[in-house]
């Protein structure tokens, strides 16, 4: 089965072509970071306007790519959210006329399972059941996964998301956008233990997460002065740390609880070094296995939409379900991962 997967939640615009026997023959992605970066964050009408623009001519890249016609596609999958509502109504807009001029089965997905599927389209997939660290723009969460839609929610963020700590301290250093990376760059030029900020719920007993407590602490210290450059870079290294130490301990955590020794991290915040250094030591130490999906795949990306809507039609199939066809043109801006069912 061929499938399409379109992606337009936010501030990226993603196509691929998965194909269930051959894998992922081609994807393309185009980032509005630099059309958003002299507002210090996303503007939702210019990043739904850009979308328009750009997500035909994607689609038209990604199939000369794979050398196939738009009559090859099988399936279309797309976005359905969480996300913007603006933007998220140009995807499902665009997969929905698809599926009607072609003919072709139209599936929404939800972003989060993209990205929590996202690491089994690497070269070396985890196989079911692990634990999740889903740490994705505003979400921050600890997942059991057993299968396809088979998910329980072990914690999340009660306030701040991790990423939100990020890009919030970034904002506060005087950053640019997006706030995460600038602030893993400046954090590398940093000296660990000058400063000392919070690790909120650290010893909570339970696997949620709190991440605003720690965003005022960073303005509190940079209220009272900062001498020169080093000691910005100091307090980044001092926020990332702590970011990364809550979101380590309370991994291994939950790995505990559930009795499992593989995790799966997900998301745009999956990409950070320092978290991925911290996570492959913890691996070895405690004889746990971590996946980590490619650079590419942590960010919102066409291909996990693809493959997930692959998933889910299949499994439809193998159940002799019928398969969505196109019609209307729906959207869900607020979509709880939990309320998903097993493929």
């Known amino acids: 089965m061929l499938t399409l997967g379109i992606e337009t939640s936010?501030?990226?615009?993603?196509?691929?072509?998965?194909?269930?026997?051959?894998?992922l023959l081609a994807q393309a992605l185009h980032s509005q970071v630099a059309m958003h970066e002299r507002f210090g964050g996303v503007v939702p009408e210019l990043a739904s306007r850009d979308h328009i623009r750009r997500l035909l001519p994607l689609t038209r890249q990604v199939l000369d790519e794979a050398g196939l016609a738009k009559s090859a596609i099988d399936a279309i999958a797309f976005t359905e959210g969480p996300g913007l509502a603006g933007a998220l109504l140009v995807g499902a807009a665009v997969a929905q006329a698809l599926g009607y001029a072609l003919g072709k089965p139209v599936?929404?997905?939800?972003?989060?399972?993209g990205h929590l599927l996202s690491p089994m389209l690497s070269a070396d997939p985890p196989a079911f059941p692990f634990v999740a660290l889903l740490v994705s723009g505003g979400h921050t969460q600890l997942m059991q996964v057993d299968g396809i839609g088979r998910y329980t929610l072990l914690g999340e963020s009660v306030d701040d998301a991790a990423g939100e700590a990020f890009d919030k301290s970034a904002k506060l250093l005087g950053l640019g956008y997006p706030g995460g990376p600038a602030l893993a760059a400046l954090a590398e030029r940093g000296q660990a233990g000058r400063f000392d900020l919070p690790r909120p719920k650290l010893h909570s007993g339970d696997l949620d997460f709190s991440f605003s407590g720690l965003?005022?602490?960073?303005?509190?210290?940079?209220?009272?002065?900062?001498?020169d450059d080093q000691a910005r870079a100091d307090l980044a290294c001092e926020a990332q740390a702590?970011?990364?130490d809550v979101l380590v301990a309370k991994s291994l955590a939950a790995l505990r609880q559930t009795g499992l020794s593989t995790l799966v991290i997900a998301g745009g915040v999956s990409a950070n070094r320092r978290l991925r250094e911290r996570l492959a030591d913890a691996a070895l130490r405690h004889g746990l296995r971590v996946h980590c999906p490619e650079p590419a795949?942590?960010?919102?990306?066409?291909?996990?939409?693809?493959?997930?809507?692959?998933l889910r039609l299949q499994a439809l199939i193998r159940a002799g379900a019928a398969l969505p066809q196109p019609g209307a043109i729906d959207v869900r801006p607020r979509w709880p991962l939990r309320s998903l069912t097993a493929a």
């Open 297 to 310: 795949l942590c960010t919102d990306n066409g291909a996990m939409i693809a493959f997930a809507g692959s």
């Open 242 to 244: 702590a970011i990364v």
């Open 107 to 113: 599936l929404g997905v939800h972003h989060l399972e």
């Open 215 to 227: 965003k005022t602490a960073v303005a509190t210290r940079i209220a009272r002065g900062l001498p």
């Open 10 to 23: 936010c501030d990226e615009t993603g196509v691929a072509l998965y194909d269930s026997e051959r894998g």
